[in-house]
C-alpha cells in the first residue's frame, strides 16, 4: 500500500526443527516463498502456527536448520504491540517512525483498516475487533514486504474482513509475500498452503 517499498521480497525455511520444552513443534520443516504470493498456514489449535510466525519474525530460535528472509518483515499476532495510553494515532505514528514511515502512510493504514474516525481514541478503549485492526494497521505501515499474519480474521466483522482482504491483495499485487494463519479458508485465493499438525509434520 506504500510506495516506498521496492519488492523483491523471497522466504525460505531450510530443515527448520522447533523444540519447545520437551516438546516438538515441527521437525525438519521446509518451506518457500515468493514475491506476490499469499501462503494459507493452517492446522488445529497447538500445531505450532503461531510458534512458526515467531521463528520466521526472529524472536523465537530454531533448534536446528534455517530461516532465509530476504525482505523486511512485520508481525501480527495477538500481542498489540502499541501503547496503551496514547491514542491510536500516536500509537501507530511512533513505531511507523521506527520503521522509517512517513504520516502519510500512516494515515493511508488507518484508512485502509477504517480507523481514521478512532485515531485520536487511546487505544486501551479499543475493542476487541478495533485492537485487532489497529494490529494491522501497524503492518500496513510498517512498509515490510513480508506480512506475518496471525489469526488476522479473529474479531472482525464482515465488512473489516473485507478491508483486510483488500490490504492483502493489494500487497501481494504489487510483489510482497503474505503468510496467512487461520482456521477457515480465506476468501481470497492462496497461492499454497502448509499444514501443520499435532505431531512436529507438516503435510
Known amino acids: 500500500m506504500t510506495s516506498r517499498q521496492a519488492y ?6 531450510e530443515n527448520v526443527t522447533v523444540i519447545r520444552g520437551n ?21 488445529a489449535n497447538g500445531c505450532g ?12 530460535g530454531a533448534f536446528t536448520g534455517k530461516v532465509h528472509a530476504d525482505g523486511k518483515l512485520a508481525l501480527a499476532d495477538e500481542n498489540l504491540a502499541l501503547d496503551p ?3 491510536v494515532g500516536a500509537a501507530l505514528h511512533f513505531w511507523a517512525q521506527m520503521d522509517g514511515a512517513t504520516l502519510a502512510d500512516c494515515d493511508a493504514a488507518l484508512a485502509a483498516m ?38 488476522p480474521y479473529n474479531g472482525l466483522d464482515s465488512a473489516s474482513s473485507a478491508h483486510l482482504d483488500k ?12 503468510l496467512l494463519a487461520a482456521h477457515q479458508s480465506p476468501s481470497i485465493n492462496v497461492s499454497d498452503s502448509l499444514i501443520l499438525d499435532a505431531k512436529g509434520r507438516s503435510v
Open 23 to 43: 516438546r516438538l513443534v515441527f521437525n525438519n520443516l521446509n518451506l518457500s516463498v515468493a514475491a506476490g504470493e499469499l501462503l494459507w498456514v493452517r492446522g
Open 167 to 178: 490490504a492483502i491483495l493489494s500487497h501481494i499485487a504489487k510483489g510482497g509475500i503474505v
Open 114 to 151: 477504517d480507523l481514521l474516525s478512532l485515531a485520536d481514541i487511546p487505544v486501551r478503549y479499543l475493542s476487541t475487533g478495533q485492537r485487532k485492526r489497529a494490529a494491522i494497521a501497524r503492518v500496513l505501515a510498517s512498509g515490510s514486504a513480508i506480512w506475518l499474519l496471525d489469526e
Open 8 to 13: 523483491a521480497p523471497s522466504l525460505r525455511l
Open 49 to 60: 502456527k503461531s510458534t512458526l510466525f515467531r521463528v520466521i519474525a526472529g524472536l523465537l
Open 85 to 87: 495510553n496514547l491514542t
